[in-house]
């Protein structure tokens, strides 16, 4: 009995131990987003707008910066741009094919009328929870986690996305803290998927050493390119130009076939 105790505590302790960047990057979300109701009413529209557009070009240097990752990659002759250009095109197809944009805007409608929302919830919820879980700091920092339980990677995160929670539910509202839980439900997936694979991935390596894996840093491209999309959707935050805006959702299909790309290419020569 005292075994079976003992072997729960140490599980439940390892769990946590996993998770326990996901769950502070959870806490500065919800706290950003309530940081940012509080405020947000008290500020003149243009000072929204105008914080709106801080993001905007912030995430722009994210994007541009993840972007960079693939003058770092090839694929035999094939230049990284150029499989990221490729997988981005199949993802679209497959991604307006499935209706992912429709999909996650309903999410979106449904979370609003379960739990009241009102003004832009769908579009803050969409916004927050794509430029929240993309990119690589998502991947390599769930993978840190899950190996080592190591956090720092993702406590560097939940900073960036706690700011940017409360810059988004000042014009979004709350639907932007309902964001924690695809946080929760994707960092907390790869967190947890790194942990029962630790034995089989690297090894005893250093799981910094993803960083400069060729697969992470054409998915870290890709990932950028879709971050430009989300900078361009924020820029146009305050404007009715929905038709202009990037159908950045469609597109996450091409973080997957991503490395499937290098992976043919490599075969190829």
């Not at 999909?103 to 769908?122: P, S």
């Not at 005893?204 to 430009?228: E, F, H, K, Q, S």
Request: glycine share 16%; aromatic share 4%.
């Amino acid at each position: 009995m005292v075994e079976t105790f003992t072997s729960r505590y140490h599980a439940a302790v390892n769990l946590l131990a996993h998770l326990s960047g996901t769950l502070i990057n959870v806490a500065t979300v919800l706290i950003g987003t309530t940081l940012g109701l509080l405020l947000g009413g008290r500020l003149p529209e243009k000072t929204q707008r105008t914080l709106l557009q801080t993001l905007s070009l912030v995430t722009l240097f994210i994007g541009m910066d993840m972007s960079g990752a693939l003058n770092k990659v090839s694929g035999g002759h094939v230049p990284g741009v150029i499989l990221a250009l490729v997988a981005l095109a199949l993802g679209a197809v497959i991604g307006e094919g499935l209706g992912i944009e429709e999909r996650l805007a309903a999410l979106g409608d449904h979370l609003k009328r379960r739990f009241r929302g009102g003004g832009r919830f769908t579009e803050g919820f969409v916004a927050a929870s794509l430029l929240f879980c993309i990119g690589p700091l998502t991947i390599v920092g769930g993978i840190q986690n899950g190996l080592t339980g190591d956090s720092s990677t993702y406590v560097l995160k939940s900073v960036l996305d706690g700011i940017a929670a409360l810059a988004l539910a000042g014009v979004y509202g709350v639907g932007v803290g309902f964001s924690a839980a695809s946080v929760l439900l994707i960092q907390g997936g790869i967190s947890l998927t790194a942990g029962g694979l630790a034995g089989v991935l690297l090894h005893g390596a250093d799981p910094a050493i993803l960083r400069n894996d060729p697969y992470v840093l054409l998915v870290t491209g890709a990932g950028g390119l879709i971050i430009l999309g989300i900078s361009w959707n924020l820029m146009l935050g305050g404007l009715s130009m929905d038709d202009k805006r990037v159908r950045v959702g469609s597109l996450l299909p091409a973080l997957v076939l991503a490395p499937l790309a290098l992976w043919l290419a490599k075969l190829i020569g």
